[in-house]
């Protein structure tokens, strides 16, 4: 595989080229405005500084060698060259649906399509082209370069040789990943959102202030981060987009967004990527 093609410039697709930038692969990276793109290579040059002042990119790329690797452009039709494309789009089928159908017409017929996405199904994802034995689901940890692990989902219709190129192309990341069946959710997502969601209630029910919240996750179960601080991480429209898609697609009460998750969203408080979530950021 010689080009890589990474659709979709937010956080998630960010971290997605610079990690394949830094292990050697050429990056196309697509999205829809200038300005997005002009912000995500400020992203990576401060990305690639912050990593090597812990010494944590152990290849020694300065931030204009690894953006050497990288196109920034908004011409899906360069995709022509692609061999391998990861998707990044928002958590909107009807974005995805979009998106793919217009990969699916431009990208050539050995092209392989792995879908980054948070919750929606992989068999739907593959049902919007015309390859659907070449569609996966590759779901990255945030924040991808420092990550080594990676879920990856076979849907309904993904051969075993679409999985075992995936695996090929993690492993030249430096990455190992977990093969799970297509489920909406996957592993991840389907036991992380609903404690999310759970400890959004509890901030709403006024049971304890999300610090408390998330200082008991560290201090009693040892875990890094806390839920909430998780959400802020992930992005909270993230997180509601990923519950609507539960919600939808197991028609369960138990995935039904907290009311205080959506009027967060909706005030603009996506977390750390909007300067403020749960916890105030700066920068």
């Not at 040059?45 to 920034?72: A, C, H, T, W, Y």
């Not at 390859?131 to 996966?136: A, D, E, H």
């Not at 692990?149 to 977990?178: D, F, P, W």
Request: hydrophobic letters at 40%.
């Amino acid at each position: 595989m010689k080009t890589i093609g990474v659709v979709g410039a937010g956080v998630m697709g960010v971290g997605v080229a610079q990690d394949l930038a830094q292990t050697g692969h050429k990056v196309l990276l697509i999205d829809l405005a200038e300005p997005i793109l002009e912000r995500a290579e400020r992203e990576i040059r401060q990305n690639v500084r912050f990593q090597s002042m812990f010494k944590k990119d152990k290849k020694g790329l300065s931030p204009d060698q690894v953006i050497e690797q990288i196109r920034f452009t908004t011409d899906y039709n360069l995709l022509a060259t692609a061999d391998f494309i990861i998707e990044n789009v928002t958590e909107k089928w009807e974005l995805k649906r979009e998106v793919y159908a217009r990969l699916d017409a431009i990208c050539p017929e050995k092209c392989l399509f792995a879908s980054n996405t948070s919750a929606i199904p992989i068999t739907r994802i593959g049902s919007a082209t015309k390859r659907p034995s070449q569609v996966l689901g590759m779901h990255f940890m945030n924040p991808v370069p420092m990550k080594t692990m990676v879920e990856v989902i076979r849907g309904y219709h993904t051969s075993e040789e679409t999985i075992e190129t995936a695996r090929q192309l993690l492993k030249s990341m430096n990455k190992e990943c977990v093969i799970v069946n297509d489920s909406p959710g996957f592993v991840s997502n389907r036991v992380l959102m609903l404690t999310v969601n759970e400890a959004i209630f509890l901030v709403q029910d006024g049971v304890a202030a999300a610090e408390d919240v998330d200082k008991i996750f560290r201090s009693c179960f040892e875990h890094k981060m806390g839920p909430l601080e998780t959400a802020d991480l992930i992005g909270l429209d993230t997180i509601l987009y990923s519950l609507e898609v539960l919600y939808d697609s197991f028609n369960d009460g138990k995935y039904r967004p907290c009311p205080l998750l959506k009027k967060m969203v909706d005030a603009g408080l996506h977390g750390r990527k909007s300067g403020k979530g749960f916890y105030p950021y700066q920068g």
